[in-house]
């Protein structure tokens, strides 16, 4: 198990009473109370420690607010967030171009200025699992592992080692899934067989 998926598991067992105090930090930074800051040491510092390669500490607080914040499941790993929305794209032009729009803004954001377009796009996330989404009710949990190793070079450009921008693989990817929606009655169909209608449409990075 890599670091990152080590993390994500102690998000994944935290009690309720712990992930209600993330949620209470919302838009916080790390240091602004002493019960945020010791929850977060103790879930990050000891992997940190014991590995250099775990995820650096910005983005790895950044999710554990968004965690809290959102019951979203982990999802398989072709479930990244970026698949998930262009999933949940509206089909009407007016939904649909605000929802590019908000999108556009969330990859144009630098790390520091990431978390409320981050909510905006774990919300529609959580819609679609809930199955409010007619046409992505195949959407069980997003990639939270991927999600966070991606922030972790949200700001690094090509300096890495997928040797892109990290934000134009999540265009890339949100625009696959977006144009390869299939019709309501065949998602509803597809939802209750387990059928991935996407999954052939998409192109592993």
């Known amino acids: 198990m890599s670091p990152t998926a080590e993390y994500i598991q102690k998000l994944s067992n935290l009690q309720e009473g712990e992930r209600s105090r993330l949620r209470r930090l919302a838009g916080r930074p790390l240091d602004e109370t002493l019960p945020g800051f010791d929850l977060f040491t103790g879930l990050w510092w000891p992997l940190r420690k014991e590995n250099q390669a775990a995820p650096r500490r910005e983005p790895s607080w950044l999710v554990a607010k968004l965690f809290g914040a959102f019951p979203v499941p982990s999802g398989s790993d072709e479930l990244w967030l970026p698949v998930v929305l262009g999933r949940c794209e509206p089909r009407d032009e007016n939904g649909r171009k605000r929802f590019r729009q908000r999108f556009d803004a969330l990859l144009c954001s630098s790390l520091s200025s990431l978390e409320p377009h981050l909510r905006w796009a774990l919300g529609e996330a959580a819609r679609a699992v809930a199955g409010r989404v007619p ?71």
């Open 135 to 205: 046409h992505a009710r195949d959407v069980n949990g997003i990639d939270w592992v991927k999600l966070l190793d991606h922030l972790s070079i949200w700001d690094r450009g090509e300096e890495h080692r997928l040797e892109r921008d990290v934000r134009d693989i999540w265009a890339e990817k949100y625009l696959g899934a977006a144009n390869s929606k299939v019709p309501d009655d065949a998602a509803e169909q597809n939802s209750g067989s387990g059928t991935d209608t996407n999954s052939t449409t998409r192109k592993e990075i």
